[in-house]
């Protein structure tokens, strides 16, 4: 069995999470231990460069919302430690450009440090349950 390197899955993770969903991706291959990413946006597709690529044997690592990472973190960020806001930053998702927002809000209260901690750690977490559901072995 094929070990993987959970940084190079959390790297790959940022990758497909760091743009809207569905335009990066990356497929972890479990014959060869490769990841191999594409982009809508740059036009970047590594899987075309693979001859012998057996898709059978890849597993596309997840986006940040497949992992309920997204709206619902921030949410369950902003009842335990924002609930006076709560109903302002419903309101910032309601447009484009919420994250930003959001963040300077919680740079104005004081809070984008423990924000961070708290979606590096939930993120770390799903990813790792995310592996394991998926029988990928890491170190």
């Not at 390197?5 to 959390?10: L, M």
């Not at 991706?25 to 970047?44: F, H, N, P, Q």
């Amino acid at each position: 069995m094929t070990r993987f390197s959970f940084s190079d899955i959390e790297n790959a993770f940022m990758y497909v999470s760091s743009a809207m969903y569905g335009m990066n991706s990356a497929v972890l291959c479990r014959d060869t231990g490769k990841i191999l990413y594409s982009s809508e946006m740059s036009g970047i597709d590594e899987t075309e460069d693979e001859d012998d690529l057996d898709l059978d044997q890849c597993i596309e690592i997840p986006h940040k919302n497949d992992l309920d990472l997204g709206k619902n973190l921030v949410f369950e960020f902003v009842e335990e430690f924002l609930p006076d806001d709560y109903e302002n930053v419903r309101q910032m998702f309601r447009r484009n450009g919420a994250y930003s927002r959001y963040k300077d809000l919680l740079e104005r209260r004081g809070l984008l440090n423990k924000w961070y901690e708290i979606e590096n750690s939930r993120e770390e977490h799903a990813l790792g349950k995310w592996c394991k559901e998926n029988g990928i072995d890491v170190v």
